[in-house]
Structures are given as C-alpha cells and as structure tokens.
C-alpha cells in the first residue's frame, strides 16, 4: 500500500464565482452609463445644432420679443452661457454638469431646470407609480380569469388585449372624462387633486398597458397550464384559482416584469398627454410649456429625466427577473 507524500501539495482551491445577479447589475450598469451617455450627446447636439445665434434666441426668449440685438446686449449671456468657448469645450462643460446633477438654467424662467422640474415631478411619479399598479392589477384579473377556459373565453380575452393596448391615451381619457366625471359624476372633470383625481387618469395610463402587457402574459400562460407541476398540483386537491394564482401565474408573469421597464419610461412619456387632458401638474405641462417658449434646457432636461428613469427600471426589472426566475442565478 502506497502512502500519499506529506509533501504533496494540497489541491487548489477555486475560486466561487461571482454571483449572477452582482455580475449582472454591473454589466447592467456599465450599460446604463452608456445609454445615458449617448442621450446627452444627442440631445446636446440637437441643441447645438438649432439654426440662428442661440445668444440671440436665448435674450429673445427670455424678454419675449423675436428682434435684432446688439452685440453689448448679447454679450452678457454669452459670457453666462460660455457660448463663446469651443463646441466640444461646451459639451464637455455640459457633461460635467450633468454628473453634479446640473440640467442647465431655463432661458424664461431663468431658475435651474432641476428646481423647475422637481417641483412638479412627485405628482408625475405619483401618476405614473400608481396607473403601473393598476395596469398589473388589471392584467393579473384579466389573465387568469380568461386564459386557458376554452375556445371562446380564450378568443374574447385575447380580443379585447389587443384593442385595449391600442387604445390612445388622449381618445380614452377623453371618453373616461365623458362617461364617469361629466356623465356620472363620480371624478372631478379637471384638475382634481388627491385620489379621486387620480384614479381616471391613472386608469387612462393603465389599460392600453395592460393589454399590452396581457398580451405577452397570455401565451405564457396558456403553456405553463400544460406542464406537469400544474397537473401534479390539481392531484393534490388544489383548487383551479389556486393553480392559477399560486403556479402558473409565477412563470407566466416573467414576460410583464421584462416589459415594466419599458412601460415605466413609457408611462412616464404618456403622462404628458394625459396631465394635458385632465389639467394635472406635473412635467408633462411643463413640457408643454417649455415647447411652446423654446425653451431648450427644459425639454432637454425632461427628456433627460425620462431616459434616466428608463435606464433604472430597466435595471430594477433584469434584477427582478433573476430574482423571480431561480434558474437564471445558476446561468454562468
């Protein structure tokens, strides 16, 4: 019987991978950085790139009157926008605002856009946070009450997700405003402020969300009802609604959590039609506004928002996929 050297080295030990999900938030991240990045060049650019002196445009902004100025009355806001300096000199001045959280000075208002825009955007997030629950709330009904029951329920329930996730966000809240606050009563027709203000254009964001999201649930889980866990479950005596809300509603979900990043941003973007519908603050009126007056560092500094949002509920939802979904965690 041979005996092992003491000498002999012990084996090497590995080292454990890094996690799944830390590799994907920083592979995520580094992705974000990029996006953002390549959102504030062109949008930049855009601005660079508009026609005529933009001293002037800015003083004739500012004082309301499209007229010829001197170069004495021009040269205080060349000397505080830095107009002079070279174009990349100002992009990467721009740049450098952007990472201390600067967005730039309205030309009208002459106040900082992220003061403008803060002081209307928790009524936004508030809208769109609360049409995205509504939206799941309604997908999640929807789904489970008609996926999968036959023949005429299933053509039904799929008829009216692709109509609903057509629909307009101006024609519907326009209708809802007609049938529940003129007709009925029961919402304030503009400008209502607290929850009864909230719920019709909440419900104008959701609906054509959650047929859009319902659309991608349904396949999903019409497929998950044919797997063997369903079959195994109804063996063990549980009920139909618990099959359906406890099994197969957690695998079908994965492609509306995919798409919640996405219908965030795009929440987000349609709250500036539908805050101009029923009379509501938030930046979609200021939007509106800053359109109408030209006035390029607000729209610039919206659509900045908006992709940042986008860009961090994408993040939120890859996680949440992983979380939701045990088998990507041992993806290598």
Do not use: C
């Not at 992220?114 to 609360?130: E, F, N, Y």
């Not at 692709?162 to 809240?173: C, E, I, M, N, S």
């Not at 099994?247 to 219908?263: E, M, Y």
């Amino acid at each position: 019987m041979t005996r092992t050297s003491s000498a002999e080295a012990p084996p090497t030990r590995r080292a454990s991978p890094t996690p799944v999900p830390l590799r994907l938030v920083a592979g995520k991240a580094v992705a974000a950085v990029l996006v953002l990045l390549g959102a504030a060049t062109a949008a930049f650019f855009a601005q660079a790139a508009i026609p005529g002196d933009r001293a002037t445009a800015i003083l004739n902004i500012r004082n309301g009157q499209a007229i010829e100025r001197t170069a004495e009355e021009l040269a205080p806001i060349i000397a505080e926008y830095h107009l002079d300096d070279p174009t990349f000199v100002q992009y990467l001045t721009y740049l450098r605002g952007l990472v201390a959280g600067d967005l730039g000075t309205s030309y009208q208002q002459h106040r900082p856009v992220l003061a403008i825009v803060a002081d209307q955007l928790g009524s936004t997030v508030v809208l769109t946070l609360t049409a995205l629950l509504f939206a799941w709330v309604l997908m999640i009904v929807w789904v489970t009450l008609t996926a999968g029951r036959g023949p005429r329920v299933r053509a039904v329930g799929g008829f009216v997700d692709t109509v609903t996730a057509g629909l307009p966000h101006y024609w519907l809240g326009i209708i809802l405003l007609l049938v529940f606050a003129l007709g009925l009563g029961w919402f304030p027709v503009i400008g209502g402020t607290g929850l009864p203000g909230l719920i019709l254009p909440a419900l104008t964001l959701a609906i054509p969300l959650a047929g859009f999201m319902g659309q991608a649930t349904r396949t999903e889980f019409e497929r998950a009802l044919d797997q063997p866990f369903v079959l195994s479950a109804r063996t063990r005596g549980m009920g139909e609604a618990g099959v359906r809300l406890r099994h197969v509603l957690r695998h079908a979900v994965l492609p509306a959590i995919t798409l919640s990043g996405w219908a965030l941003g795009a929440t987000i973007s349609g709250a500036v039609v539908v805050e101009a519908v029923f009379a509501r603050p938030g930046i979609g009126s200021v939007l509106v506004s800053a359109v109408n007056s030209q006035d390029m560092p607000i729209v610039i500094g919206v659509v900045m928002l908006i992709a940042a949002f986008y860009v961090i509920a994408n993040l939120v939802v890859d996680v949440a996929y992983v979380l939701v979904d045990p088998r990507l965690r041992r993806a290598a």
